[in-house]
């Protein structure tokens, strides 16, 4: 999963959604003098990583890329997921997304100093760009995976990745929509886990 879907799934403890979000910053051991809710945060992260990675329907959405994507699916299919959270976010959010979206890029700025440095430039262009919004749409797609492929330092088709969206796009949908319930119940049974731990 994704910034967007990552956040989502944080609760209302922001502490810990600053932690979850985090999280693909932040390698190895995580550090003991961190705040408690963010080190749950981080914990949460890898917990979700790792749902995510085993789960048969994120297995089948890698499947229905053209081989020359399949190297990159965890990257591709996170975005993709997020793609329709964000799209249908009123399904799964009571609160609208332009308030979600709002009120997290202005958590993000209050917490610019608590930041891991090498988060910090991207939260600027994620606010700046409005990217969990963008999520939603097509074209957001198209310049999220634009911006990856020019960011890695060798020859990819992230670029192309939209099209392959586009060309499965039901199929996608119905692996997310199998999926997310899942992770959700998973989420909510290991923050409490978490939470006793604290």
Not at 45 to 66: C, K, M, Q, V
Not at 131 to 138: F, K, M, N, P, V
Not at 173 to 189: M, N, V, W
Request: proline share 4%; aromatic share 12%; no cysteine.
């Amino acid at each position: 999963m994704n910034h967007l879907a990552h956040a989502y799934l944080s609760g209302d403890n922001e502490q810990v959604l600053l932690g979850n979000l985090m999280g693909d910053f932040v390698k190895g051991t995580i550090d003991m003098a961190l705040p408690k809710g963010i080190r749950h945060g981080l914990r949460l992260h890898r917990l979700i990583d790792s749902y995510t990675d085993s789960h048969p329907a994120f297995h089948r959405s890698r499947e229905r890329l053209e081989k020359p994507f399949r190297r990159y699916g965890g990257i591709l299919i996170d975005i993709f997921y997020d793609h329709f959270l964000s799209k249908y976010w009123e399904l799964y959010s009571p609160q609208p997304l332009a308030g979600y979206t709002q009120h997290l890029y202005a958590l993000l700025e209050r917490e610019h100093d608590m930041l891991p440095e090498n988060m910090r430039r991207f939260v600027s262009y994620m606010i700046g760009n409005d990217i969990l919004t963008a999520y939603g749409r097509l074209d957001g797609i198209r310049k999220v995976l634009g911006g990856m492929a020019h960011r890695l330092s060798f020859d990819n088709p992230l670029a192309e990745g939209t099209g392959e969206l586009e060309k499965n796009y039901d199929g996608f949908r119905e692996d997310f929509e199998i999926f997310l319930p899942g992770l959700s119940a998973y989420t909510e049974q290991q923050n409490a886990v978490l939470e006793r731990e604290r």
